[in-house]
């Protein structure tokens, strides 16, 4: 079993669809979570870290279930801006600084 | 904006060569990192720092080498380029801040082995 997992998608959603996706990790000791986009030939960027309580930042909202070992992010409303790959990262636990990435979820919104 | 740069931005090189890949940052971070990301493998780490001289190898370090002699600067380089090195290559720096440590990435090189 691979450390985290997503899935490659494509999710293919019109404009103001909600759409979620997981990722999944098999270190039950992770301490840290996050969520990255990547646009088409670009860096992957920062969206947001993902809480033990859940946090949300606009349309987007991230949670995290630790029972289950998988985080999720939420996009309500979508734009076709929306559209790239996301990636999801976790770091194992004492504070590590090597994060383990997901291979990445692939959205497409359509008009 | 976390002031990482990559140069070069674009290379094509030929096999056996030696290609130098370098990562500058300008907010004194103390953990560096390259990666290379291809399709199907997603990004897979190849070297990181913690410090000055402080390196350790990732997951696909076969073929890569790095050094870190300033805070600010982490290189990359291939002592004999193959075409199975032909990649995209991202550097990151990752914050710390408790037990969180968001990484931030450079733009990316892409290196064409021929």
């Known amino acids: 079993r691979k450390e985290v997992e997503q899935d490659p998608g494509p999710f293919n959603v019109p404009e103001g669809a909600t759409v979620a996706f997981n990722c999944t990790y098999s270190n039950s000791a992770s301490q840290s979570f996050f969520w990255y986009r990547q646009d088409c030939r670009k860096e992957p960027k920062l969206l947001m870290s993902?809480?033990?309580s859940g946090n949300e930042d606009g349309r987007f909202t991230a949670q995290l279930n630790r029972a289950s070992q998988y985080i999720s992010l939420l996009i309500r409303d979508s734009k076709l801006s929306d559209s790239a790959t996301y990636l999801c990262?976790?770091?194992?636990?004492?504070?590590?600084?090597?994060?383990?990435f997901g291979r990445g979820t692939s959205l497409i919104v359509h008009p | 904006d976390a002031g990482i740069t990559q140069s070069p931005r674009h290379k094509v090189t030929e096999t056996g060569t030696p290609v130098t890949l370098r990562c500058h940052q300008t907010e004194n971070h103390r953990y560096m990192y390259w990666y290379r990301q291809d399709p199907g493998h997603g990004l897979r780490l190849i070297h990181y720092?913690?410090?000055?001289?402080?390196?350790d190898k990732g997951e696909v370090s076969d073929g890569y080498s790095v050094s870190r002699s300033k805070t600010e600067d982490f290189l990359l380089t291939l002592e004999s380029a193959t075409s199975s090195q032909t990649s995209v290559y991202f550097c990151?720096?990752?914050?710390?801040?408790?037990?969180?440590?968001?990484?931030?990435f450079g733009p990316g090189t892409r290196l064409t082995v021929t």
């Open positions: 990262a976790v770091n194992s636990a004492g504070g590590s600084y090597i994060p383990t």
């Open positions: 990151a720096i990752s914050t710390t801040g408790g037990n969180s440590y968001e990484q931030y």
């Open positions: 993902v809480y033990s």
């Open positions: 720092s913690y410090g000055v001289k402080d390196t």
